[in-house]
């Protein structure tokens, strides 16, 4: 069994309330998940409105498949346009 770990930091420009940061972070965890089917969530810097943390985990058997998605899930994290990247790590473990 493979698991990849990974959290993006993203840096929200022009949001000046929790309730905007909490759109914008719905809308990329929402759609993370649903196209590569993998665990997303925010998991820090809750109370910053202009910084998210989100946490990124996939399962699966192969660690090329695996670091293939998340290599995927960062590309289009970056790509939505919603706020700018300014920290990512990945991280993968053969159990």
Do not use: P
């Amino acid at each position: 069994m493979v698991t990849g770990l990974g959290i993006i930091v993203i840096h929200i420009d022009g949001c000046r309330s929790l309730k905007e940061k909490r759109a914008v972070v719905r809308s990329i965890t929402d759609r993370l998940r649903n196209s590569f089917n993998a665990s997303v969530a925010e998991v820090g810097s809750n109370d910053l409105h202009q910084r998210a943390e989100i946490g990124i985990a996939l399962v699966g058997n192969d660690s090329r498949v695996i670091n293939s998605k998340m290599d995927k899930i960062f590309n289009m994290a970056d790509s939505m346009g919603q706020g700018r990247i300014i920290d990512s790590s990945m991280e993968i473990f053969t159990v």
